[in-house]
């Protein structure tokens, strides 16, 4: 089956400990055609290898290529000598992807898979420096390295945008996979030890320290707990419990990574555009190496290894079985009561999570489901997991949230392959804690009925075909993941001679065989593997004692072990830690570097684009005094300019339309069609309406504009997307930055585009505000408020744009996580005393905003392709038909062109020249702290020091940089990192999850400023305040390059698939008004070359010393109450801010929460997407803002 990864987040996390939460993705389908072949990258000269071929040491066991999409191959090869395996996957792409996997199976909650995935980092044999791994990626046009520890695997990724830099970094990669150093000292300072002030501390123990009591975490492991018994690896915590982490000891690691660390083991999983010969050239001198160096116990490992999971105890699935009494794991106090029940169908355990907010908890179910390759099952499944909880008209959504008293805001269904036995999940989050307890009941009686009525069987063809479509979608947009998923699940549970790896691709075979089930089929699967099987649930309860008692605890344990170790005893951990600092830190020589030679720009392989708009050209804020406000020429017209513009021609002669559109051809089986609005003429207090009017924007009932006046339910409306789009969405922002836009969007198959358009057109001017509809919106948004209060980095970045956007003229500002804390309370009242007071103000919104006057409408995908001849039709209908319409609201074509604004036209002085302020606010429910320092940027595309500052900024946020070294290496801060926001005209430097920011920020000022040459560097400090004995912090002609290396793939990442490519050259041209248009990338490439040094040292300070000075710089940072008073203090005191408190609002609770009023802090996130970000990543993920490798540009 092609999905398998239920968690998404894989991208950015470099050494991120990451366990596949099972429950908290929904199992997404992932396999796609890519209908229309992109630019084959590399004709493969030589001839196609046949099964059984045996080259060197590697012998082909498997070769195919996918029925539905002839151009993506798959090739498995083995060592016949060291058993080491090779998995190909090969498609056109501008990116390869190594992702090495070793299935990691491990009894104890030691952590040890977790913490030596840490340990392969810091140097191996041929290469005994810390950080060199990813120095030399960074000259290979990669961003670095990465890796993730799942529950039964680790794995190791590396994704660059030159096939000669991949080809060089893999025997480097593998040989710190299976010889590293892990050396006492890498273990003290990334695992753990006791600092100088006796504070637990180390990498991997702070990353788990901060997850170790969220609900999330607690949840899983009450769940695995209460799954398997004693001797079964599913039972363990992978990444480590404190306790446990505390006592762990280097040894231990070391036999762990002799025993599993091994090539019988190991899979090589590689995906992109590759020579064949040079590939299996390069494994096979891994392989030899590995033999020479005595690392190969054979083919089939040693005797008497077994297979891990597979032919270990954890293959034996586990029994759910209510009635069985004594000694259940899990069994708690509190569940004492349901126990004696004895229901053999239902087991519940209750786990509490620290929680200030104790009016929302959490449900989670799980059922033992099919063996391992039921691959039919499987997948009928996934269907009905699309058919029950998949859109708002989906049964279990219908029942449970979309209501004015939601019994939970979200629900997930999704099932993971084990060993034995898959598991079968569902996730309730943002349950009334007065109602957890029945939840599962409920749902049991909605199966039930289910069952019992029969299915929807329109719907269910509807789901098939969805699923289908979704799939072929992900294979276009995430192609390398979608591969990776299914081919590190075959390593771990497949077939070792790959005999399975064809069939559980072959998702569409299955999707014939599924259409033709009857519904008596479906009602079975519903009842075999979810009413009449044995369900196991665990509630998620929140504790404000909790919270306290946990706080309590660790203090203690600090005094008592400060008492024991006395001042000698801290002396020498200080000692101790300074050595083990030195040791890691020995600079890499440079000419390892150096030598390690950078690939040429011609060996990426760009995707083409054609482009071409029609009537009048937007104005943005991004142009600058000079700039011609059109299309920007970037000195090439491409053949597909050329293919849309014969597409186009035809209908040119026809009726001007009173808007702009701007179409861009890329190969796609897909077209996406966007509309932009700008919000600048939005009187300021219905400016945080535009939540609510984006969130109901795709359930609202309509009337069609489309001559026939039909009328819509909102189901019909919910079934009609469902059926004609792959995806859409609306919110604030445009490819990831320019939130003072709205943008609304709609994904389709590219022989429906008349469908997108009038889809477009009948929700933007059809909708009506039903007042029902309008309750259930704002009761989901109110009760997801507890929930999202939790994201410390999301309340520091609205922190910071409170100060700095003005919410009178700021759309983004309006309806930010503080906004809608005093704002949806208040609305959820008038809408109860006052609805139609509220309906008039949404109208008043689609007037002012949703104009034909005032829009750009963009197509993206394969125009030509997408079937007639007809690219303006649609238009000219939806531009009459909503003009016939509007006649009463006077919206006559005005003559001026749109204006599109940038962030940097609703600043507030204070954003406009920032200064001296702080603000602060504690949020009982982060354990650590982040923090948001800004300063003035650049703030234009065309600055002449734009190139400069984004060579320099490179350098910073690299891994492995001096503010990487000090900063995230002495353990002050997980992430550190600055960002270039032209739009704004801002720069910001950021600390994520910093024990204490204000200490981490002045170290990384003490950084800039040696670096930048202003101030003679006085020793490093730790988190201790000790010296450190790094060397003085310097940038070198090798950084210099490597900076530039990286800052390739950063260009190249961000137009890798035809979906990005087509969304850039759009922003490019009309938003960010970039001089060479399409072109920005690449001539800022060309221009990044001639970057020197001397620029460097320049740009460091005339804009970056200023973010850390408080003249010139203003802070906003969130953390836990017990840190707020030293972090005030400091940067009052030494740093001389002006620093405010703020207290968070408190809201009500959800309106049916029995008059309950939940007070404390709380918040929400979510409607400030794009705005983090003003690179074109789909996403902008927290720790896509950690390491700063993506809106840097
Ligand atoms: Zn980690």
Same mark, same amino acid.
């Given at each position: 089956?092609?999905?398998?990864?239920?968690?998404?987040?894989?991208?950015?996390?470099?050494?991120?400990?990451?366990?596949?939460?099972?429950?908290?993705?929904?199992?997404?389908?992932?396999?796609?055609?890519?209908?229309?072949?992109?630019?084959?990258?590399?004709?493969?000269?030589?001839?196609?290898?046949?099964?059984?071929?045996?080259?060197?040491?590697?012998?082909?066991?498997?070769?195919?290529?996918?029925?539905?999409?002839? /151009?993506?191959?798959? !090739?498995?090869?083995?060592?016949?000598?060291?058993?080491?395996?090779?998995?190909?996957?090969?498609?056109?792409?501008? #990116?390869?992807?190594?992702?090495?996997?070793?299935?990691?199976?491990?009894?104890?909650?030691?952590?040890?898979?977790?913490?030596?995935?840490?340990?392969?980092?810091?140097?191996?044999?041929?290469?005994?420096?810390?950080?060199?791994?990813?120095?030399?990626?960074?000259?290979?046009?990669?961003?670095?390295?990465?890796?993730?520890?799942?529950?039964?695997?680790?794995?190791?990724?590396?994704?660059?945008?030159?096939?000669?830099?991949?080809?060089?970094?893999?025997?480097?990669?593998?040989?710190? =996979?299976?010889?590293?150093?892990?050396?006492?000292?890498?273990?003290?300072?990334?695992?753990?030890?006791?600092?100088?002030?006796?504070?637990?501390?180390?990498?991997?123990?702070?990353?788990? @320290?901060?997850?170790?009591?969220?609900?999330?975490?607690?949840?899983?492991?009450?769940? @695995?707990?209460?799954?398997?018994?004693?001797?079964?690896?599913?039972?363990?915590?992978?990444?480590?419990?404190?306790?446990?982490?505390?006592?762990?000891?280097? !040894?231990?690691?070391?036999?762990?990574?002799?025993?599993?660390?091994?090539?019988?083991?190991?899979?090589?999983?590689?995906?992109?555009?590759?020579?064949?010969?040079?590939?299996? +050239?390069?494994?096979?001198?891994?392989?030899?190496?590995?033999?020479?160096?005595?690392?190969?116990?054979?083919?089939?490992?040693?005797?008497?290894?077994?297979?891990?999971?597979?032919?270990?105890?954890?293959?034996?699935?586990?029994?759910?079985?209510?009635?069985?009494?004594?000694?259940?794991?899990?069994?708690?106090?509190?569940?004492?009561?349901?126990?004696? $029940?004895?229901?053999?169908?239902?087991?519940?355990?209750?786990?509490?999570?620290?929680?200030?907010?104790?009016?929302?908890?959490?449900?989670?179910?799980?059922?033992?489901?099919?063996?391992?390759?039921?691959?039919?099952?499987?997948?009928?499944?996934?269907?009905?997991?699309?058919?029950?909880? +998949?859109?708002?008209?989906?049964?279990?959504?219908?029942?449970?949230?979309?209501?004015?008293?939601?019994?939970?805001?979200?629900?997930?269904? $999704?099932?993971?392959?084990?060993?034995?036995?898959?598991?079968?999940?569902?996730?309730?989050?943002?349950?009334?804690?007065?109602?957890?307890?029945?939840?599962?009941?409920? =749902?049991?009686?909605?199966?039930?009925?289910?069952?019992?009525?029969?299915?929807?069987?329109?719907?269910?063809?509807?789901?098939?075909?969805?699923?289908?479509?979704?799939?072929?979608?992900?294979?276009?947009?995430?192609?390398?993941?979608?591969?990776?998923?299914?081919?590190?699940?075959?390593?771990?549970?497949?077939?070792?001679?790959?005999?399975?790896?064809?069939?559980?691709?072959? /998702?569409?075979?299955?999707?014939?065989?599924?259409?033709?089930?009857?519904?008596?089929?479906?009602?079975?699967?519903?009842?075999?593997?979810?009413?009449?099987?044995?369900?196991?649930?665990?509630?998620?309860?929140?504790?404000?004692?909790?919270?306290?008692?946990?706080?309590? /605890?660790?203090?203690?344990?600090?005094?008592?072990?400060?008492?024991?170790?006395?001042?000698?005893?801290?002396?020498?951990?200080?000692?101790?830690?300074?050595?083990?600092?030195?040791?890691?830190?020995?600079?890499?020589?440079?000419?390892?570097?150096?030598?390690?030679?950078?690939?040429?720009?011609?060996?990426?392989?760009?995707?083409?684009?054609?482009?071409?708009?029609?009537?009048?050209?937007?104005?943005?804020?991004?142009?600058?005094?000079?700039?011609?406000?059109?299309?920007?020429?970037?000195?090439?017209?491409?053949?597909?300019?050329?293919?849309?513009?014969?597409?186009?021609?035809?209908?040119?002669?026809?009726?001007?339309?009173?808007?702009?559109?701007?179409?861009?051809?890329?190969?796609?089986?897909?077209?996406?069609?966007?509309?932009?609005?700008?919000?600048?003429?939005?009187?300021?207090?219905?400016?945080?309406?535009?939540?609510?009017?984006?969130?109901? #924007?795709?359930?609202?009932?309509? @009337?069609?504009?489309?001559?026939?006046?039909?009328?819509?339910?909102?189901?019909?409306?919910?079934?009609?997307?469902?059926?004609?789009?792959?995806?859409?969405?609306?919110?604030?922002?445009?490819?990831?930055?320019?939130?003072?836009?709205?943008?609304?969007?709609?994904?389709?198959?590219?022989?429906?585009?008349?469908?997108?358009?009038?889809?477009?057109?009948?929700?933007?001017?059809?909708?009506?505000?039903?007042?029902?509809?309008?309750?259930?919106?704002?009761?989901?948004?109110?009760?997801?408020?507890?929930?999202?209060?939790?994201?410390?980095?999301?309340?520091?970045?609205?922190?910071?744009?409170?100060?700095?956007?003005?919410?009178?003229?700021?759309?983004?500002?309006?309806?930010?996580?503080?906004?809608?804390?005093?704002?949806?309370?208040?609305?959820?009242?008038?809408?109860?005393?006052?609805?139609?007071?509220?309906?008039?103000?949404?109208?008043?919104?689609?007037?002012?905003?949703?104009?034909?006057?005032?829009?750009?409408?963009?197509?993206?995908?394969?125009?030509?392709?997408?079937?007639?001849?007809?690219?303006? !039709?649609?238009?000219?209908?939806?531009?009459?038909?909503?003009?016939?319409?509007?006649?009463?609201?006077?919206?006559?074509?005005?003559?001026?062109?749109?204006?599109?604004?940038?962030?940097?036209?609703?600043?507030?002085?204070?954003?406009?020249?920032?200064?001296?302020?702080?603000?602060?606010?504690?949020?009982?429910?982060?354990?650590?702290?982040?923090?948001?320092?800004?300063?003035?940027?650049?703030?234009?595309?065309?600055?002449? +020091?734009?190139?400069?500052?984004?060579?320099?900024?490179?350098?910073?946020?690299?891994?492995?940089?001096?503010?990487?070294?000090?900063?995230?290496?002495?353990?002050?801060?997980?992430?550190? *990192?600055?960002?270039?926001?032209?739009?704004?005209?801002?720069?910001?430097?950021?600390?994520?999850?910093?024990?204490?920011?204000?200490?981490?920020?002045?170290?990384?000022?003490?950084?800039?400023?040696?670096?930048?040459?202003?101030?003679?560097?006085?020793?490093?400090?730790?988190?201790?305040?000790?010296?450190?004995?790094?060397?003085?912090?310097?940038?070198?002609?090798?950084?210099?390059?490597?900076?530039?290396? =990286?800052?390739?793939?950063?260009?190249?990442?961000?137009?890798?698939?035809?979906?990005?490519?087509?969304?850039?050259?759009?922003?490019?041209?009309?938003?960010?008004?970039?001089?060479?248009?399409?072109?920005?990338?690449?001539?800022?490439? *060309?221009?990044?070359?001639?970057?020197?040094?001397?620029?460097?040292?320049?740009?460091?300070?005339?804009?970056?010393?200023?973010?850390?000075?408080?003249?010139?710089?203003?802070?906003?940072?969130?953390?836990?109450?017990?840190?707020?008073?030293?972090?005030?203090?400091?940067?009052?005191?030494?740093?001389?801010?002006?620093?405010?408190?703020?207290?968070?609002?408190?809201?009500?609770?959800?309106?049916?929460?029995?008059?309950?009023?939940?007070?404390?802090?709380?918040?929400?996130?979510?409607?400030?997407?794009?705005?983090?970000?003003? $690179?074109?990543?789909? $996403?902008?993920?927290?720790?896509?803002?950690? /390491?700063?490798?993506?809106?840097?540009?």
């Amino acid at each position: 089956m092609l999905l398998r990864r239920l968690c998404c987040s894989l991208s950015s996390t470099p050494r991120s400990f990451f366990v596949a939460p099972s429950n908290l993705a929904r199992r997404h389908n992932s396999f796609a055609t890519m209908a229309t072949a992109m630019p084959s990258a590399n004709g493969h000269a030589s001839p196609p290898p046949s099964l059984g071929d045996v080259r060197g040491n590697m012998k082909l066991l498997q070769s195919f290529a996918l029925p539905y999409a002839p /151009d993506m191959k798959v !090739q498995k090869w083995k060592s016949t000598r060291t058993g080491l395996t090779l998995v190909w996957a090969d498609f056109p792409s501008p #990116l390869l992807n190594a992702y090495m996997t070793v299935p990691t199976e491990i009894f104890t909650d030691s952590g040890v898979p977790h913490t030596l995935e840490h340990l392969i980092f810091l140097g191996s044999h041929d290469y005994p420096y810390k950080g060199i791994l990813d120095s030399l990626a960074n000259r290979s046009f990669a961003s670095g390295t990465n890796a993730w520890t799942a529950n039964d695997h680790t794995a190791y990724t590396i994704t660059t945008a030159s096939s000669d830099g991949f080809l060089r970094m893999l025997p480097v990669y593998a040989d710190h =996979l299976f010889r590293p150093t892990i050396t006492d000292a890498g273990f003290t300072t990334e695992v753990y030890h006791v600092d100088g002030k006796g504070h637990d501390a180390g990498v991997v123990f702070s990353e788990m @320290q901060g997850r170790e009591n969220t609900s999330g975490d607690l949840m899983e492991l009450r769940m @695995q707990r209460s799954l398997y018994p004693e001797g079964n690896a599913y039972r363990s915590e992978t990444g480590g419990l404190m306790d446990k982490l505390r006592v762990l000891t280097a !040894q231990e690691i070391r036999d762990y990574h002799a025993k599993y660390y091994a090539p019988h083991n190991t899979a090589l999983v590689v995906t992109g555009p590759l020579p064949l010969a040079q590939l299996i +050239d390069t494994v096979n001198s891994i392989d030899d190496g590995l033999i020479a160096a005595g690392k190969a116990p054979g083919p089939s490992g040693p005797p008497g290894w077994l297979r891990p999971f597979l032919e270990t105890p954890s293959a034996t699935p586990p029994i759910i079985d209510g009635s069985l009494r004594g000694d259940l794991p899990s069994l708690t106090p509190i569940d004492a009561d349901v126990a004696s $029940s004895r229901d053999p169908l239902r087991r519940q355990t209750t786990v509490e999570f620290p929680e200030e907010d104790e009016s929302m908890g959490e449900v989670y179910i799980s059922w033992v489901g099919p063996k391992l390759g039921s691959w039919i099952e499987e997948e009928a499944i996934s269907v009905l997991s699309t058919y029950l909880t +998949d859109s708002a008209v989906s049964p279990v959504q219908r029942a449970f949230v979309e209501r004015d008293d939601p019994l939970c805001t979200d629900v997930y269904l $999704s099932q993971e392959s084990k060993a034995g036995s898959g598991i079968i999940s569902a996730l309730f989050t943002s349950v009334p804690t007065a109602k957890l307890a029945q939840l599962d009941g409920e =749902l049991l009686a909605l199966l039930k009925k289910i069952a019992k009525e029969g299915i929807d069987m329109q719907r269910m063809q509807l789901c098939i075909r969805r699923d289908r479509v979704k799939l072929m979608n992900h294979l276009e947009t995430k192609t390398s993941e979608s591969f990776a998923d299914v081919l590190i699940q075959d390593h771990l549970y497949g077939d070792a001679g790959g005999k399975d790896l064809f069939t559980c691709m072959d /998702d569409v075979a299955r999707y014939e065989v599924l259409a033709g089930w009857t519904s008596a089929q479906w009602a079975q699967l519903i009842d075999r593997w979810l009413v009449c099987n044995a369900r196991m649930v665990v509630l998620g309860k929140p504790s404000k004692t909790l919270q306290k008692s946990l706080r309590k /605890d660790t203090k203690a344990l600090e005094k008592k072990r400060k008492a024991a170790l006395g001042e000698e005893g801290l002396k020498e951990l200080t000692e101790k830690l300074d050595k083990a600092r030195a040791e890691n830190d020995r600079p890499i020589p440079d000419e390892i570097l150096s030598g390690f030679r950078i690939p040429s720009e011609e060996s990426i392989q760009w995707i083409q684009s054609g482009r071409r708009l029609i009537g009048k050209a937007p104005v943005s804020d991004g142009v600058v005094e000079g700039q011609v406000s059109k299309i920007a020429d970037d000195g090439q017209t491409t053949p597909l300019d050329k293919v849309l513009d014969d597409h186009l021609a035809p209908e040119l002669d026809g009726p001007q339309l009173p808007f702009p559109i701007h179409f861009t051809q890329v190969p796609s089986a897909f077209l996406t069609v966007s509309l932009v609005f700008p919000t600048t003429h939005l009187a300021p207090h219905l400016r945080p309406l535009l939540q609510l009017y984006l969130s109901t #924007l795709f359930s609202l009932p309509l @009337q069609k504009l489309d001559g026939s006046a039909a009328t819509l339910s909102y189901e019909d409306v919910v079934r009609g997307l469902d059926d004609d789009t792959v995806e859409y969405d609306a919110g604030l922002g445009v490819g990831g930055g320019f939130a003072e836009n709205v943008c609304i969007e709609v994904k389709v198959e590219r022989n429906r585009y008349a469908e997108a358009v009038g889809w477009l057109r009948d929700l933007l001017w059809g909708s009506q505000f039903s007042v029902d509809r309008l309750r259930v919106s704002v009761a989901k948004t109110t009760q997801s408020l507890p929930e999202l209060k939790r994201d410390g980095r999301g309340i520091s970045w609205s922190l910071l744009r409170s100060l700095t956007h003005d919410e009178g003229k700021s759309s983004n500002v309006s309806t930010s996580i503080l906004r809608m804390l005093e704002f949806m309370p208040a609305l959820s009242e008038r809408l109860g005393s006052k609805p139609e007071e509220v309906v008039g103000e949404l109208e008043e919104v689609r007037r002012s905003v949703f104009r034909l006057d005032n829009m750009v409408a963009a197509v993206g995908g394969d125009v030509v392709g997408s079937g007639g001849k007809n690219a303006l !039709q649609p238009w000219r209908q939806l531009a009459e038909s909503v003009a016939a319409k509007q006649q009463a609201n006077n919206s006559a074509s005005s003559a001026s062109p749109v204006h599109l604004p940038w962030s940097r036209s609703v600043l507030t002085p204070l954003g406009r020249q920032p200064s001296k302020t702080g603000l602060l606010a504690s949020l009982p429910t982060v354990e650590s702290s982040y923090a948001v320092f800004t300063s003035r940027g650049p703030n234009s595309y065309a600055h002449p +020091d734009h190139p400069a500052l984004v060579v320099t900024v490179a350098m910073l946020n690299a891994l492995e940089s001096v503010l990487w070294r000090h900063v995230r290496g002495a353990g002050l801060a997980y992430g550190a *990192s600055l960002r270039i926001d032209v739009e704004a005209g801002q720069l910001h430097f950021s600390l994520y999850r910093a024990p204490d920011s204000a200490r981490a920020f002045q170290e990384a000022k003490r950084v800039v400023q040696a670096v930048a040459g202003v101030r003679e560097w006085a020793g490093s400090k730790g988190k201790d305040g000790k010296p450190s004995g790094l060397p003085a912090p310097s940038f070198t002609q090798t950084d210099l390059d490597s900076a530039k290396s =990286l800052l390739h793939y950063n260009v190249a990442e961000g137009v890798s698939t035809v979906s990005l490519c087509a969304g850039e050259v759009f922003s490019d041209e009309l938003l960010r008004c970039a001089p060479a248009g399409r072109g920005r990338g690449r001539a800022l490439l *060309s221009k990044v070359a001639s970057v020197t040094l001397e620029d460097v040292q320049r740009v460091l300070r005339e804009w970056v010393c200023p973010v850390f000075e408080a003249q010139t710089s203003i802070a906003a940072i969130v953390g836990s109450e017990a840190r707020m008073g030293e972090i005030e203090k400091c940067l009052r005191e030494q740093e001389g801010y002006e620093v405010r408190r703020k207290t968070l609002p408190i809201v009500k609770g959800a309106k049916d929460a029995k008059g309950e009023e939940s007070s404390g802090d709380e918040s929400m996130s979510g409607s400030e997407s794009g705005s983090e970000s003003e $690179s074109g990543s789909e $996403s902008e993920s927290e720790e896509s803002e950690v /390491d700063g490798k993506k809106g840097k540009l």
